[in-house]
């Protein structure tokens, strides 16, 4: 059985460049999250949905920053303009429904580098 | 023993002894509560969790203690192996749907 996937596994880019970050969710799983981790810390949410809408995208940091589930399935974190700080590892998670005690069950991340 | 280190509190424990990794959450109206374990260059890994009506959950070789009172959670790693070697993660639901909140985290370094 297919854990959630991530790709890529790890992304270079230089300052000011957009780039696209993509998560195969767990066949079958409605709910998908995706979080930030910086190094030496715990991940911090960034937005989450339910089937093809954004229930929840208050930790988008700004407005570079945006993510898209069209068919409910694979989603795609976008970010514009990248800056040295949206270095981080990206990690995606998915749940059957998103419900109280449903557990999340995260990808291998997919870790960005700005230079 | 504890230290903090650049990063992350360590907790530095002898194969075979007991885990104790302590963590303060921030929510009281979170209902549910979650540990995972992260080893390096992967995603976090669930591995139990407890409801708010609850004070202890037993599962194999870890138990999760709840204090509501002191916003506290433990998790107790019985015979801890080198396996055990990663980072933990308590995390919290502060709503009944969506996000997890994730503390600071404590790095277990299991030495022969």
């Known amino acids: 059985g297919a854990g959630v996937s991530q790709t890529p596994s790890n992304k270079v880019t230089e300052k000011g460049k957009y780039v696209e970050l993509r998560c195969d969710p767990i066949?079958?799983?409605?709910?998908l999250y995706w979080y930030r981790q910086s190094l030496g810390q715990g991940p911090e949410f960034l937005i989450y949905?339910?089937?093809?809408?954004?229930?929840?995208d208050s930790g988008l940091p700004n407005d570079r920053f945006f993510a898209v589930r069209p068919e409910g399935s694979v989603s795609t974190l976008k970010i514009q303009r990248t800056e040295r700080g949206d270095s981080a590892v990206y990690l995606c998670?998915?749940?059957?429904?998103?419900?109280?005690?449903?557990?999340?069950?995260f990808g291998p991340g997919t870790r960005l580098l700005v230079l | 023993g504890e230290s903090v280190g650049l990063h992350l509190p360590t907790l530095s424990v002898q194969e075979g002894d007991n885990s104790i990794i302590n963590c303060a959450y921030s929510n009281s109206a979170s209902d549910y509560f979650i540990w995972y374990k992260q080893e390096s260059g992967k995603g976090p890994q669930f591995i139990i969790d407890i409801r708010s009506n609850m004070d202890k959950r037993q599962g194999q070789r870890v138990t999760v203690l709840l204090n509501k009172t002191v916003k506290h959670l433990s998790l107790q790693i019985a015979a801890t192996q080198p396996g055990d070697s990663a980072v933990y993660f308590c995390?919290?639901?502060?709503?009944?749907?969506?996000?997890?909140?994730f503390g600071a985290g404590t790095q277990v370094v299991v030495t022969p």
């Open positions: 998670a998915s749940s059957l429904g998103g419900t109280l005690t449903e557990t999340q069950y």
């Open positions: 066949s079958g799983h409605t709910a």
């Open positions: 995390a919290e639901k502060p709503d009944s749907w969506g996000k997890l909140q």
């Open positions: 949905f339910q089937g093809t809408g954004a229930a929840d």
